[in-house]
């Protein structure tokens, strides 16, 4: 049987994290292992779950002395796992018991360059429902959900390029994916996508629908994606990767996968990859002056990569009238 890794990253987790360690210990199919690196400035953390780190020792505590960083912090604990299956997990959550089960049943070939990720229920700091499922906040529709066991793998990657629907804390994949992986690009927030899109652009993902992870939102939460959208959020957030320009982190995300991926994938992928980069690096420059912008805005729109990359009219929408 493959051998099981959970690469766990916390900081400041003394409040959640023993919950969320109990929950992986009693797994249906326990894991052989959890890689726990700890980017805490202080000792609460590791004195919070100094018990179960006692009573178990396939726990593995590193307490880092100079803080990371989300992503590295995640980078060292994928990078100490010697399991066959790699499954991420974040502190503040709960995993139901037949989670890792699910998630392993999807990857029979350690050696196949693969993924599977679930859906997670969001709730409140005291795991009450808060109604709205991960996926739906992420904009995984129904249609696409139905849909995607049948689809081809270029389908399956088009789906990606338009929005990762898989988040960081359901994903689980195979040791032959994480040497493809890691290290990870210097680009601050870019974990989960990051994997996404790999193991989507060089080899396949699986889906599980069920809601099998309790994601609590706490308002300490790294992401806020678990919350309930709402038109008003939808378009404060709009407002606000306009004002950030976020379509330049986009561009430099997608020329770092070219760069990893050119040896690993075939021709027609890197296309789609270098046609996805063009797009962000065209919204990129619409930050500068008003006629440029609606060349650029014709241009996309003429290409239809508004319409293959992202929400339509929607994003031609925030392009005319969201910039400064």
């Excluded at 006692?54 to 100490?80: C, K, T, W």
Aim: proline share 6%.
């Amino acid at each position: 049987m493959a051998r099981r890794s959970v690469a766990l990253a916390a900081f400041r987790g003394e409040e959640f994290l023993a919950a969320q360690l109990d929950s992986i210990l009693r797994q249906s199919l326990p894991p052989d292992e959890i890689v726990l690196s700890d980017d805490s400035p202080d000792d609460a953390t590791r004195q919070a779950v100094a018990p179960l780190l006692a009573a178990h020792p396939e726990i593995r505590y590193i307490r880092n002395p100079v803080p990371l960083g989300p992503d590295r912090n995640f980078e060292q604990a994928i990078s100490m796992t010697t399991g066959d299956l790699i499954f991420l997990a974040d502190q503040d959550d709960v995993w139901l018991p037949g989670r890792m089960a699910a998630l392993a049943a999807r990857l029979p070939d350690p050696d196949a360059i693969a993924g599977a990720f679930c859906d997670s229920e969001s709730t409140d700091r005291e795991l009450h429902p808060l109604g709205v499922s991960h996926w739906r906040n992420r904009g995984f529709t129904e249609r696409e959900r139905t849909a995607y066991s049948g689809w081809t793998q270029e389908q399956r990657l088009m789906l990606f390029l338009r929005r990762v629907p898989a988040a960081g804390h359901d994903m689980a994949f195979t040791r032959a994916a994480r040497e493809l992986l890691l290290p990870f690009p210097a680009l601050p927030g870019c974990y989960d996508s990051w994997i996404g899109l790999v193991i989507a652009a060089a080899g396949t993902w699986e889906l599980i629908p069920e809601a099998l992870t309790l994601f609590r939102q706490h308002g300490g939460n790294l992401s806020g994606s678990g919350k309930p959208d709402s038109w008003r959020g939808k378009l404060r957030q709009a407002r606000e990767s306009a004002a950030l320009n976020s379509f330049s982190w986009n561009a430099a995300l997608y020329r770092a996968l070219e760069e990893r991926l050119e040896s690993h994938v075939p021709v027609e992928v890197l296309r789609h990859l270098q046609d996805r980069r063009a797009h962000s690096e065209a919204r990129a420059a619409m930050a500068n002056s008003p006629l440029r912008r609606l060349r650029l805005v014709l241009n996309e729109l003429l290409r239809r990569r508004y319409f293959r990359y992202g929400r339509g009219w929607l994003n031609v929408v925030q392009d005319l009238l969201l910039r400064n």
